[in-house]
């Protein structure tokens, strides 16, 4: 009998997965893929930048052009991202708590800056803004300048960063309901209150995991802010247009040295999200396993 | 009517709708206005001159071939990270949102040396006859690498919550490994796959930063299509880059509507 059991299960194991020289392979093939296309490219960038020593790597990013490209990408990230932050948490607000008309239009609508190419991104801010675009003459003569200019990089890296965050908190937010705002409401508290002491605690890995995102994207973005930009070297070039010039100008040691930066941005930004949803993925096992506790008798 | 007890529905959609108006809406319809203004004949004509279709070959096509590698490739990875332990998978795991990490100048300065002539890949392709930089073919290689987490990250969740009860069924029932794949697995991640594939497909479409470097920019053979609109904003020809860019847009439309139609059908497989 007991060895019958044995062949069974051994058969059911044999049949439910695969035999364990293909699973190598598939592993095999699956790793290659990735290391090909993505740790080599990676690695190289690391490379290069250190191709002509710690000391031309040090130069190039104290260059004062590169130091006035970091500064700017800083700033542009830093007013882009906030201001995403508080359309993200109205937009879901507004989304995940109410019923009313055109509320698909609205999602649709958040969801299209990641279906419009950078270039279009760029271009349609030069259309309104630009010296030929519709409100160009009147902002000249009000002595205002966006496009190739701060604000319009400010302008395209918020658009392409538009729905990062409200994308990560809609679903979060309606998975939760009103239920908890509501009980808070009929205890008396007031509608800030609620939100600062309810529902903002409830979402904030959410909100945190699309501001990581968002981030990432504004101080990478390239083409939308190329268009914008005019590349004047010390005033409008962020740190990836910063690289472009270098490496269409052969300054290749300098161009990945800058290029380093980002990747390590890039790195910690894959970091910080791994972490974050190991967290999340804890605290939700726990509160399932406190919910199945409260339910014994 | 019985007062709505949540507050702030007037603050936040009016915030919301206020922003997206200024930020989204305005500034695109900004865009086809400006690309109708050319009147019928003369939008036609731009967007069908023989440089621009040339531009739209290459760009849908490298676009569609990244899509598909990133298809074959995406859902093989899914399924290693997803059924089969190795070591490092976690990290493995975190490394495939590379691309939408890592910003697409630096990928495109990445993969233009790796494949260049005496790059590491690109040396050895080139002695076998392959040029990878400068041709279609280093296009289809940047717009691969920006489309690779997609496939993957749509696969990953629909496989993981599959109930291992119907293979083991499909088994018990005389299916061997490879038909169990076939009748059973296969059309439960088919809906996933397919987003997965059309998410990869938009983005590479109008991809700009991770190919201009590999591309060469070469008219009619390795000139994409936001590349020309990019040169034609350069020659201060706002109304063809509009009309240029509205080709693009609803192509991305219709991306868009298909994509939301694979992911209810996602959704009700799963469901059903």
Known sequence: ?297 | MAKRVIPGFGLSLGFATFYTSLIVFIPLAALFAKGLSLGGADLWRVVSDPQALASYKLSFGAALAGALINLLFGGLVAWVLVRYAFPGKRIVDALVDLPFALPTAVAGIALTELYGRNGWFGAPLGELGLKVAYTPIGVTVALTFIGLPFVVRTVQPVLAGLDRELEEAAASLGADRWQTFRRVLFPALLPAALTGFALAFARAVGEYGSVVFISGNMPFRTEITPLLIYSKLEQYDYAAASALGMVMLLFSFVLLLLINGLQFWTVKRAGG
Request: charged share 15%.
């Open chain 1, 1 to 297: 009998m007991a060895t019958l059991e044995i062949n069974v299960s051994r058969v059911t194991e044999r049949a439910v997965s695969e035999a364990p020289w293909l699973r190598r392979l598939l592993v095999g093939i699956a790793l290659v893929f990735l290391l090909a296309f993505l740790l080599v490219p990676l690695f190289l960038v690391f490379r290069e930048a250190f191709s002509q020593g710690a000391r031309v790597y040090l130069a190039a990013l104290s260059n004062p052009d590169a130091r006035h490209a970091i500064k700017l990408t800083l700033t542009a990230a830093a007013v882009a991202v906030p201001l995403n932050v508080i359309f993200g948490l109205a937009a879901a607000w507004a989304i995940s708590k109410f019923r009313f008309r055109g509320k698909q239009v609205m999602i649709t609508l958040i969801d299209l800056p990641f279906a419009v190419s950078p270039v279009i991104a760029g271009l349609i801010y030069v259309l309104l803004f630009g010296s030929r675009g519709w409100l160009g003459p009147w902002l000249e003569n009000n002595g205002l300048h966006i496009i190739y200019a701060v604000p319009g990089i400010v302008l395209a890296t918020v658009f392409v960063t538009f729905p990062f965050v409200a994308r990560e908190l809609i679903p979060v937010m309606q998975e939760q309901g009103v239920t908890h705002e509501e009980a808070a409401l009929t205890l008396g508290a007031g509608g800030w209150q609620t939100f600062w002491r309810v529902t903002l605690p409830s979402v904030k890995w959410g909100l945190l995991y699309g501001v990581i995102l968002c981030n990432a994207r504004a101080m990478g973005e390239f083409g939308a802010v190329s268009v914008v930009s005019g590349h004047i070297r010390g005033k409008t070039n962020t740190l990836p247009l910063h690289v472009e010039i270098l490496y269409n100008e052969y300054e290749f040691a300098a161009a990945f040295a800058c290029a380093s930066l980002l990747a390590l941005l890039a790195v910690a930004t894959l970091i910080a999200k791994s972490a974050l949803e190991y967290k999340h993925q804890r605290d939700r096992e726990r509160s399932l396993r406190a919910a199945a506790r409260q339910e014994e008798p």
